[in-house]
């Protein structure tokens, strides 16, 4: 099967969160089943490219009209791995992803716009025979609209949305529609790209892709049911109702190659649960590597994420407090695109800065760091207010590092407390609290410390319990075939949009 993915993000070449772990980890998982996966991205200026190679220009550049402009578009491939990956830039007149971030520009919006039409552009140049188009959030969800209503015909593949996170929708006006060739659009069309909000004039980009894609995934099971209640579901709950039928959770898997405490080049020592004596040693080379006094015998509990507000901030701070009156030691690590958010947090490690327990390192991207962060420490806390899936405690759990979390979305998936009832205790694998209240959070954080200190064979088999369980892809990534194969057979999926909704005469068609 051929399948496409088009993405902004891929690691650790183009990583700003879960979602390059995702494309990574689910088109290598697809590829070792002999399946033909190939990626489409940005260029971005700020690519990491090192891990790159076999990087070639392709000689005849793409032409894309976007906005009125006539865009020459120059295409590199390369392979990441053995993952192919075709780059996306414009030449002229003048680029899009010449930036120093990959978000967090007023005009991302229509970056991603052009992006998306630029795809959909070499996929129908070049890859009409594309069996599956694999999209990832807001800013590819474009393309499912733009290959139903431009190219219906001239590309047969069906289409799948992911959704990472409900929380950004990709709202704009619809301007935009005539910048990509999608005005005018009648009023059941239109109706699939409006805003729920009052103004008439916005649309959403999350919405399109839920009405024009074939299918719909989100990233966890628990987060697939949570986002069709008013309570998570950021006002489009009504519409991921109506299209159930279409919308499944796949628990994210991790990369079991890359994230391998026997193997990991990133680490000092190596481990497995067979033998865990080198998890102290890599305990001991963190320590000093962030000069924090190495006490072995102290649990050192860490927070590995992006400081928003998503990932409980309030309850992050208060772990920080608890884990040293407890008489621990405490690593945050990682950095707030928001600047408020970030000298809120400038400020509490200027106040502990006399503290050696408690390390801040606001970083917003070191990878080796953050591998030898998970081995290092002996539990991870994650105490979101709601979290699509969560990596950090699966990748937690493979390198031995107990979870503490809230139980919401992935989390709740992935994450079993040793006091929960209602599954076999030799599956439980962490603590999880439920209100997203400072009192549960410290209760859990303190049952954690508990055991470590008055039953540390009881924590070390707790440990091993974790690292046993199985969170690669393998599974994951059988689902999402299994998925593909259903939505090509299915010949009823977007049956409501009828040959009349086709756009006719569009560029380069
Ligand atoms: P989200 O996608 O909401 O950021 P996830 O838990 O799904 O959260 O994924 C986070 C990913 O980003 C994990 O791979 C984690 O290790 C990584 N990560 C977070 N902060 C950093 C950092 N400062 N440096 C390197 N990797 C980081």
Redesign the pocket.
Known sequence: MKICHIATEI?PIA????????TLGLARALIQKKQDVFLILPHYACLKTEDLSSIERDPTPLKVLFNKNNYTVSIFKAMLYEVPIYFLEAASPEPFFDREKIYGYKDDIDRFAFFSLAAIELLKERFSDCDIIHLHDWQTALVAPLKALLYPKTLKAKTLFTL??LNYQGQTTDRLLAKVHLSPLSPKIKEGFLDPGKNKHRINLLKAAFYFSDSITT?SPKYAEEIQGTKDGKGLDPILRHFKGKLKGIL?G?DYEIWNPQTDSALHSHFSYQNLENKLHCKKSLQLELNMPTKAHVPLVAC???L?P??GLRLIKKAIMTTLKLKGQFIL???SPIPKIQADFDELSETLKEHKDVKF?F?????P???RI?AGSDMII?PSIF?????????ALRYGTVPIVRKVG?LANTVFDIEQDDIPFKDTNGFTFIPATCEAMKTSLTRAFKLYHRHFDEWQKLIKRGMQMNFSWQDSSNEYLKLYHKVLMDKSSLTWLTESCRIKDVVND
């Open positions: 690691s990583k700003v969160g879960g979602l390059s772990d995702v990472h996170n990233v994210n991790i590995v994420c992006r928003v998503q990932k690590f990682g950095s390192v970083d917003s991207y070191n990878e760091l953050a591998h998970y994650c979290e699509p899936c969560g990596l950090t405690q699966i990748i992935g």
